[in-house]
Nanobody
């Protein structure tokens, strides 16, 4: 079992920045892949960014603005979000793939005002 706890969401003006954190209950160096999804009202959940031990990936709409990183010593994955836009408004979920199962956090709300 893996528990994921997100933090760092909030209300920010367009052009601002936020950093989301996802702390795992297990050592993340044992986790194959972790990522951040988001879901806006009325829309499907989409993968925003993913990270393995050596590779990062991003959806086109956030490339150059968002950065995913991991701190194995803190069992934490981060999503640094810069130059935020109103269309980035969503609930952001952390996810982890571990021993063939996907685990999800409870989500953190990000609201970007114009």
């Amino acid at each position: 079992q893996v528990q994921l706890v997100e933090s760092g969401g909030g209300l920010v003006q367009a052009g601002g920045s936020l950093r989301l954190s996802c702390e795992a209950s297990v050592s993340i160096h044992r986790i194959n892949a972790m990522g951040w999804y988001r879901q806006a009202p009325g829309k499907q959940r989409e993968l925003v960014a993913g990270i393995t031990s050596s590779i990062t990936s991003y959806v086109d709409s956030v490339k150059g603005r968002f950065t995913i990183s991991r701190d194995n010593a803190k069992n934490t994955v981060y999503l640094q979000m810069n130059r935020l836009k109103p269309e980035d408004t969503a609930v952001y979920y952390c996810t982890a793939a571990w021993y063939g199962r996907d685990y999800w956090g409870q989500g953190t709300q990000v609201t970007v005002t114009s």
